[in-house]
């Protein structure tokens, strides 16, 4: 006696109206002949909609709800059913049940449930389940799956990119190193020494960028605050950068104004203008490279101006991205710029680009004076592209 009057309980309209409103479901039934859909509003959720939205609606007028790109879809499958071309259909859309609301996603289920003698549907019933949250975690499931797509295409390009920037300056240290060894006049072995200590301040130089950025990217920077005089640390770097330089280059510091003190790092400052300079001395093969340095009320502000080759503008675009080499016969990694603005954004400065083909290319970043700039920032979360962790 108690089962069966477990199961009336179960079939209760109330039971069944709690159990279908906790599941985003609308049943409804739709008479073909009238041209009217019904439901029971009790099951429609205040939440998303007003039930007289639904009620008593015609088919055309609910299918004005229906996302445009979707509403023949729809109409196909409504022909269908309705000339007993099928009997079930199973579809999913997104709606708009009301006016307050950006579409939502549903998923609809009927069933032809009556039809007359020419084999025609009479009357439809079926249930509307609101999906919208399914929907959004079935997105961020395809946004993972991309990123971790694109994580393993990094790590690809980037083993790619790795063995050959290691294989070149080995080759020339190996090979220059051999040759010396067989080497019977001084001047020859000089010519080789020379080439080797080259290769290996490049292979240096591309391990120091790996090592950086992987530091920024796992939060393990931090910033020194000690107070310098930025004239004097952008003279220094400038004087050990032009060894770099073209022979038909001429590259020179501008004080423009005396005494700029400010709380910085001494070396991350150094590596972001060596990093600019090593740019620039690389596509500069006339003409010359200047670095000027101001004040602002609140920062220091420091530009490296060259006749270089220049840049197009998607060229400018894509300057901070991790690899992208504007020229890729020119020898590097192409994670320098990377580095230079993770580290001018962990200081809380900016950096702007301007340049133009054939013409010269201006870069531009800041610096703040006064130490509160820092505070609580001595690491701060690096953002740009995938962490090198996941390679």
């Given amino acids: ?35 009217v859909l019904t439901t029971n509003l009790s099951f429609i959720d205040p939440k998303y909609t007003n039930g007289t939205l639904l009620h008593k609606q015609s088919f055309e007028e609910l299918t004005q709800s229906i996302v445009p790109s979707f509403r023949e879809e729809v109409l196909e499958i409504y022909r269908k059913i ?110 080789c020494l020379g080439a080797v200590q080259t290769s290996g301040k490049l292979l240096l130089q591309i391990i120091d960028d790996v090592i950086e950025l992987s530091k920024l990217e796992s939060n393990e920077v931090e910033l020194h605050r000690n107070l310098l005089d930025i004239n004097e640390l952008l003279k220094k770097v400038v004087e050990e950068a032009k060894p770099m330089r073209k022979p038909d280059v001429e590259m020179a510091y501008h004080n423009t104004e005396a005494n700029i003190i400010l709380h910085g790092d001494e070396q991350k400052i150094s590596l972001v203008l060596k990093q600019i300079l090593d740019n620039s001395c690389k596509y500069t093969e006339h003409g010359h490279i200047d670095v000027y ?44 710029m990377s580095v230079v603005k993770g580290l001018v954004t962990l200081w809380n400065g900016t950096i702007k680009v301007d340049s133009e083909q054939h013409v010269g290319t201006s870069i531009t970043f800041t610096i703040p004076l006064h130490a509160s700039f820092y505070q609580n920032r001595t690491q701060r979360e690096f953002t740009h592209g995938t962490p090198l962790s996941v390679l």
């Fill in 1 to 35: 006696m108690n089962e069966i009057q477990e199961l009336k309980d179960f079939l209760d309209e109330s039971y069944m109206s709690e159990v279908l409103h906790s599941l985003n479901t609308i049943p409804w039934k739709l008479d073909m002949q009238k041209n």
């Fill in 82 to 191: 309705r000339n007993g071309m099928a009997n079930r259909a199973s579809f999913q859309m997104p709606v708009h049940i009301n006016e307050y609301h950006e579409a939502l996603w549903t998923e609809t289920n009927l069933i032809a449930k009556k039809h007359n003698r020419k084999g025609e549907a009479t009357i439809v019933v079926g249930a509307t389940t609101i999906i919208q949250e399914r929907k959004a975690a079935e997105t961020a499931m395809i946004e993972a799956r991309r990123k971790a797509e694109q994580a393993n295409l990094i790590k690809t390009n980037f083993l790619a990119n790795m063995t050959h920037e290691f294989r070149t300056p080995l080759n020339s240290i190996l090979g220059f190193s051999t040759i010396m060894a067989h080497s019977e006049t001084i001047e020859e072995r000089m010519q």
């Fill in 293 to 336: 340095c101001h004040k602002s009320s609140e920062h220091a502000v420091i530009t490296v101006k060259d006749t270089g080759a220049g840049m197009s503008q998607d060229s400018v675009r894509h300057i901070f991205d991790r690899f992208y080499k504007g020229d890729s016969f020119v020898p590097g990694t192409g994670l320098g």
